[in-house]
């Protein structure tokens, strides 16, 4: 079976921690395509960095073989490629990691350049997370299985989503996740 594995939320909420974490578990990640990393690369350029990425994604789409690719969700990329992959016989797994605020974000970012990280624009840190839910609402009906992590102390698995709906796997689901789950349902109602 390919495997195309989507670690999503938006920037500071720990992507890159979570894929090194699931690597270190299983080999079914194949190849991880991380845009931060890539721009490193090319000396900062995101351009260049997102360029080799669209590449590397195309590549193993073409050649059938399992990839990850860390992303904000945000934009018409990564739609397009969920619905490439899903045309091309892909299960689509998604893990959604989530934090307390914006503010939270921002600060992790913060601390990250303080060690020697890249800094992402607060401007695009808090469009992003206004807009995450909405984010999420265009990518989850085309996934096969999706596990939302609460990272606010540590990664924690709080919920999936199965069978059209948010299934808790704790016993209070994180402020912002509850906050998505009403959002859902709401929606869905409409």
Partial sequence: MKIYTIIGGINGVGKSSLS???SAETTELGMI???????????GDRMKGGKEAVALIN?????GVNFTQETTLSG????????KAK???YYIKLYYIGVSS???SLERIANRVRKG??????????????????????????????KFFDNENGFSEAAEYR?????PKCAVLPDWLAEYKKHYESRETI
Avoid: M
Avoid at 76 to 83: A, R, Y
Avoid at 118 to 146: G, S
Avoid at 163 to 167: A, D, E, H, P, Y
């Fill in 20 to 22: 090194g974490l699931l």
């Fill in 33 to 43: 395509v991380d845009t931060d990393k890539l721009n490193l690369k090319h000396g």
């Fill in 59 to 63: 590549s193993c789409l073409d050649s």
């Fill in 76 to 83: 018409v990329k990564t739609l397009k490629t969920i619905k």
């Fill in 87 to 89: 045309e091309l016989g």
């Fill in 102 to 104: 914006c503010n939270e």
């Fill in 117 to 146: 990280g890249h800094d992402i624009p607060a401007e695009d840190v808090q469009r992003r997370y206004e807009k995450r839910f909405e984010d999420l609402d265009r990518v989850l009906p085309y996934c096969n299985e999706v």
């Fill in 163 to 167: 069978n059209g709906g948010i299934i």
